[in-house]
C-alpha cells in the first residue's frame, strides 16, 4: 500500500515538473545586436492585451439591423446582435482565473504579449521581448526565453504585471526578436518603436 501512495505522488510531483511552462528571465543589460533577416524564421500573429483595474464596460446588446423597418410587427419577436465584447471578457477572466484575493488580482494586472512564431528549420533560437514603460521613458528593458533545438510553428507569451506595471506603467513600445547565434533572425515591433 506504501509503494501504491509513493508511486502516486511520485507521478504527480513529475507531471507537475512536466507541465510548468518554463518563465522568461529579466535581462539586466540589454545590448544591441546584429540584424541578419533569414526568411526561415517569421513571426505569423501577435497578441497585445492589458489587464486593467477597472473591468471595461460591457454594452447593451443591439437590435439586429438587416430586418426592413415594416417587417417586425408586435406579434414578431425582436432579434438581438451578439454581444462583440464577449471575447474581451473572455480573456479578462481567464486572466484572473484562481485570483481570488485582491493582492492575487493586483499581481495579474499588466500587459500581456503573445507572439506566435515560425521556424522553417531546427536552430538554437532565443525569443526576446525589448520594451519601454511610461515612467522610465527611454530605458530599454527586456525579457529572453530560449528554446534549444526548435523547429514549426510556436506561441511565446511574455508579461509586465504586478509591481512592475504599478510603478513604471504600461508599456509604451516594444519589439520581439527571434535571435540565432547572436543575431537578429526575424522581428516584430509596435508602432512606436524606434
Same mark, same amino acid.
Given at each position: 500500500m506504501k509503494f501504491g501512495a509513493t508511486s502516486v505522488g511520485l507521478i504527480f510531483c513529475l507531471s507537475a515538473l512536466v507541465g510548468a511552462a518554463e518563465e522568461p528571465k529579466l535581462l539586466v543589460k540589454v545590448t544591441p545586436l546584429p540584424v541578419a533577416l533569414n526568411k526561415d524564421f517569421e513571426f505569423r500573429k501577435t497578441k497585445l492585451y492589458l489587464l486593467s483595474e477597472k473591468a471595461p464596460k460591457q454594452g447593451a446588446p443591439r437590435k439586429a439591423s438587416n430586418l426592413s423597418p415594416g417587417a417586425l410587427s408586435s406579434t414578431t419577436p425582436q432579434r438581438t446582435v451578439a454581444n462583440q465584447d464577449s471575447s474581451i471578457a473572455f480573456e479578462r477572466q481567464y486572466r484572473?482565473?484562481?485570483? +481570488?484575493?485582491?493582492?492575487?488580482?493586483? @499581481?495579474?494586472?499588466? #500587459? *500581456?504579449?503573445?507572439?506566435?512564431?515560425?521556424?522553417? =528549420?531546427?536552430?538554437?533560437? &532565443? %525569443? =526576446?521581448?525589448?520594451?519601454?514603460?511610461?515612467?522610465?521613458?527611454? !530605458? +530599454?528593458?527586456? @525579457?529572453? !526565453?530560449? *528554446?534549444? #533545438? +526548435? /523547429?514549426?510553428? /510556436? @506561441? &511565446?507569451?511574455?508579461? +509586465? %504585471?504586478?509591481?512592475?506595471y504599478f510603478d513604471d506603467g504600461r508599456v509604451i513600445a516594444w519589439r520581439c526578436l527571434l535571435i540565432e547565434n547572436g543575431q537578429i533572425v526575424a522581428e516584430n515591433r509596435s508602432y512606436l518603436w524606434e
Open positions: 484572473l482565473f484562481g485570483a +481570488v484575493t485582491k493582492l492575487d488580482q493586483h @499581481q495579474r494586472f499588466g #500587459n *500581456y504579449f503573445d507572439f506566435f512564431w515560425r521556424a522553417k =528549420r531546427p536552430a538554437d533560437l &532565443t %525569443v =526576446r521581448l525589448e520594451y519601454r514603460q511610461e515612467k522610465l521613458h527611454a !530605458l +530599454v528593458q527586456a @525579457q529572453e !526565453l530560449s *528554446y534549444p #533545438n +526548435v /523547429h514549426g510553428t /510556436h @506561441q &511565446t507569451e511574455f508579461k +509586465v %504585471v504586478g509591481d512592475d
